[in-house]
């Protein structure tokens, strides 16, 4: 998992706006089989999380995996997106 510095800005301050400090990687199935999906969390004195340009990501099993080939980043509009170089463009 790759978070850019920009989308480590904005990740940080809607952490902090929600009271949290960690970054929840989930797995969920969807229409097309099964997508990564993340949540804001705040991390148990047990959890081992991953820390991604500084932020914490907790993460397990298949999530793992599937964060290999994602990037967090900051789109053309300011937004922040989940781009993965493994998905196919289109669903299904």
């Given at each position: 998992m790759i978070i850019t510095d920009e989308a480590k800005v904005v990740l940080e301050e809607m952490l902090?706006?929600?009271g949290q400090d960690?970054?929840?990687a989930s797995l969920e199935q969807s229409c097309c089989g099964t997508s990564?999906?993340?949540t804001?969390?705040?991390?148990k004195a047990d959890?081992?999380?991953v820390v991604v340009n500084g932020i914490n990501?907790?993460?397990e099993g298949e999530a793992v995996l599937k964060t290999n080939t994602v990037t967090l980043k900051i789109d053309d509009e300011g937004?922040?997106?989940v781009e993965d170089s493994a998905q196919s463009?289109?669903?299904c």
């Open positions: 902090k706006e929600n960690a970054l929840q990564l999906y993340f804001f969390t705040n991390k959890d081992q999380p990501v907790l993460m937004k922040l997106t463009s289109g669903c």
